[in-house]
């Protein structure tokens, strides 16, 4: 008699584990809702949820209305940020709490993998890239640190898995995004409406089994991060950096036309355009040029503070981000600021080409003088952003971006591990010349009063 054939459908897998779980945790693992969102805090013991709900799912897959009932058709997913933390938090647990007699194989190769006797299947795969996420059909799925992921990874990637069987979902995260899929799939979990879905808040106080409590790390973090790590709430007044974001900044009530892009990741990609006849003349131009991972970044603010133009884009040619440099500039007049750490043509170029170029090199001390530039305009109001979901890559970046302080007293700005700031740093640009293009528009307002000759320059 093969292994497999110890456990037919109908019999679970044993001995079953014996867990330790607080009621919050219990209350999810009884849900057979088909999407459950768990927004809780760091050490809330939501990852510990996630690796019981794939054990017990695992061992009696009949048991739940979603997925098939035969275990040798199961397949389930957990999907993370990134490997470290799918390796670390999913496949560990989940093997680690098993008996060892349950498992028929397992590899420790990208994917990771865990086969059982019964002929359920665990993959643990990432969302850092999305190309991976491919296959026939998942029956259930554990995304962990959901937030951090793009709506459309969600689905354009993972919902059409669920099809095949009729499958399920459990989302484990902290907030990271004020306005995103994630948050409003747990207020369809707070809403009879959506009878689909249930959600739960949980803070890091709500895990009776830690040895510390959460609490005595209040004044001990900065406010912004005790809020989203312990609480599991994302905070009004904006990060660590740029403060009181939706106050002070994301306050634009017009319009702008949206062309937003297909990009497989999930990221947004695309335009943000706002119409030239609106737009207080002349404009500066920030433009933050691609890493290797990261994305090009246009972003132009007139002489008012507000911003008139965002694109996002990735995988361009030299060529080609030339020729949309050209055309913005072309479109809106005024300077370009671009960044010029790397050595290529187009800032030559584009001077040759009559494009009005003051480029920037960008260094740590530079750096710190365009982010504290810009932190300064954003407290005291004078730059304007409309709030729109197109923009909230920008409000992310702004909200996420970090400042490290080294003994010696030397500040450093920088994106978080496995995100972006190109969006800040290009809007940096641009901004560090508003006092020079809203000088300009006073002078030209002054020429165009009685006498003036109706010339202008920058």
């Known amino acids: 008699m093969s292994s497999v054939d110890t456990a037919p459908r109908g019999t679970p897998l044993v001995p079953r584990p014996q867990y330790s779980v607080h009621e919050k945790q219990r209350e999810v693992l009884e849900s057979d809702v088909r999407y459950r969102v768990c927004r809780w805090g760091r050490r809330a013991g939501k990852n510990v949820t996630g690796a019981i709900d794939v054990v017990e799912y695992a ?14 058709k199961v397949l389930i997913w957990w999907v993370g940020p990134t490997y470290d933390q799918a390796n670390k938090h999913g496949y560990d647990k989940v093997k680690s709490a098993v008996p060892n007699a349950w498992i028929e194989d397992y590899g420790e190769s990208k994917p990771r993998f865990i086969e059982f006797i019964n002929g359920v299947r665990v993959e643990f795969r990432t969302f850092d890239r999305p190309e991976s996420l491919q296959g026939e059909g998942v029956d259930r799925i554990v995304l962990d640190e959901a937030d951090q992921m793009r709506e459309g990874i969600w689905y354009g990637d993972l919902e059409p898995m669920l099809l095949d069987s009729q499958g399920c979902a459990l989302f484990i995260s902290k907030p990271y995004r004020p306005r995103s899929w994630f948050h409003r799939f747990y207020d369809y979990g707070q809403s009879s409406d959506y009878p689909e879905y249930a959600s739960w808040h949980a803070t890091s106080a709500d895990n ?4 510390e409590n959460p609490e005595d790390k209040r004044g001990t973090v900065p406010p912004h991060l005790f809020e989203r790590e312990y609480l599991a709430e994302l905070p009004d007044d904006g990060g660590q950096v740029f403060r009181e974001l939706d106050d002070q900044l994301f306050t634009g009530a017009y319009d702008v036309d949206v062309n937003q892009e297909y990009d497989p990741s999930g990221e947004f990609t695309g335009e943000v355009r706002r119409p030239v006849d609106a737009v207080t003349r002349p404009v500066a131009i920030g433009a933050d040029f691609a890493r290797s991972r990261d994305y090009r970044v246009t972003i132009a603010v007139d ?15 030299w060529d080609g981000i030339e020729d949309h440099l050209r055309g913005v500039y072309n479109t809106y007049g005024g300077i370009l ?27 740590p001390k530079t750096k710190k003088q365009l982010i504290e530039t810009l932190a300064t305009l954003v407290e005291t109001g004078d730059l304007v952003v409309p709030d729109i979901e197109a923009l909230d890559q920008l409000h992310l970046e702004l909200r996420q971006l970090q400042e490290d302080v080294s003994d010696g007293g030397y500040t450093k700005y920088h994106a978080p591990d496995n ?26 307002a002054n020429r165009d009063g009685e006498g003036s000759t109706g010339v202008s320059y920058l």
């Open 59 to 72: 061992r009696q897959p009949w048991a739940s209305q979603w997925g098939p009932d035969e275990p040798r």
């Open 208 to 211: 009776p089994f830690l040895a």
């Open 303 to 317: 002489a008012a503070g507000e911003l008139a133009y965002y694109h996002r884009g990735r995988n361009e040619s």
């Open 337 to 363: 600021v671009p960044d010029a750490s790397r050595d290529n043509k187009i800032v030559s170029d584009l001077a040759g080409a009559g494009v009005n170029v003051d480029p920037v090199s960008f260094s």
């Open 419 to 444: 995100g972006h700031d190109d969006s800040v740093d290009g809007y940096a640009l641009a901004v560090s010349k508003l006092d020079d293009i809203a000088a300009v528009a006073q002078r030209q």
